[in-house]
C-alpha cells in the first residue's frame, strides 16, 4: 500500500499482561476509531506486518490492543516502538483547521510578498507565483503550548538568517542551525493547503 494512502494512528509504548496485548499511545489523542478496526499494520524502521485486531480495551491514556499472533509478552515486547498504520478513511476524523501530520509533512512553509517587505532580510525573492519557500516542513511536534511545526530552512533563508554585514555582525538573531521550530497557531501560520503542499507563513523573524 502506498505511503500516502495510509496514516499512522498509534505507537506501541509497552507490553500488557501475559497474553500478547500491547498498550498504545493515540497519536491524535482520540481512541474512538480505534474500536472500529479489524486489522492494522505494525510498522517499525526494518519490518512491515499486517495483524487482525482480536479486542480493543481502555480508553485515552490506557489504550491497550490485542492483535493476532502477538500471544505473549515476549513476542508484544518485540513490537515496542512500532507505529500502527491504517488506511486513511480508518484514521481519526478531521475536525475543521485540522491536519494529519503525514499531510503536513514535506509541505512548503512560504511567505508571500507582503509579508517579505516587512522584513530586513536581503536578497529573498518570491517565485513567479508569488511565493518565497522560506523551508520545508519535515514534522510536528507536540509543545507544551501547542504542536511545533520542524522546518528544514532552505539555502536562502539560512544564509539570510546567518548573514553578516560589512562589520561581520549577524544580520539575523538565529543560531546557525538548519532547522528551527515554528509554532502551529494563527499568530505564526495562515494559509494550510496540503493539496498543493504549501503552508503559509505569516511571520519570518519566527525562524530567527
Same mark, same amino acid.
Given at each position: 500500500? &502506498? ?44 519490518? &512491515? ?8 480495551? @481502555? !480508553?485515552? @491514556? ?79 511536534? &507536540?509543545? !507544551? ?6 522546518? &528544514? ?18 544580520? !539575523? ?36
Amino acid at each position: 500500500m &502506498e505511503k500516502n494512502a495510509t496514516l499512522v494512528i498509534g505507537i506501541i509504548r509497552a507490553s500488557h499482561g501475559l497474553t500478547g496485548k500491547v498498550k498504545v499511545e493515540s497519536t491524535s489523542g482520540e481512541v474512538d476509531h480505534f474500536f472500529d478496526l479489524t486489522e492494522v499494520t505494525l510498522r517499525t524502521k526494518d519490518s &512491515e506486518k499486517l495483524f487482525a485486531v482480536e479486542a480493543v480495551e @481502555g !480508553g485515552p @491514556g490506557s489504550l491497550v490492543l490485542k492483535l493476532k499472533g502477538i500471544e505473549s509478552s515476549e513476542q508484544a515486547v518485540l513490537w515496542r516502538g512500532a507505529e500502527i498504520v491504517v488506511p486513511r478513511n480508518k484514521a481519526c476524523p478531521l475536525n475543521k483547521d485540522e491536519w494529519y501530520v503525514e499531510d503536513l509533512k514535506q509541505c512548503s512553509l512560504v511567505c508571500d510578498n507582503a509579508t517579505l517587505a516587512k522584513e530586513n532580510y536581503k536578497g529573498l525573492v518570491c517565485n513567479k507565483d508569488g511565493w518565497y519557500t522560506a523551508g520545508i516542513i519535515t514534522d510536528v511536534l &507536540e509543545g !507544551g503550548a501547542g504542536n511545533l511545526l520542524e522546518v &528544514e530552512l532552505s539555502e536562502s533563508m539560512y544564509s539570510a538568517i546567518n548573514s553578516t554585514d560589512e562589520a561581520g555582525i549577524p544580520d !539575523g538573531k538565529a543560531s546557525k542551525k538548519k532547522s528551527v521550530l515554528v509554532p502551529f497557531n494563527k499568530e505564526f501560520v495562515g494559509t494550510v493547503d496540503v493539496k498543493g503542499k504549501t503552508v503559509q507563513l505569516l511571520h519570518l523573524w519566527v525562524l530567527e
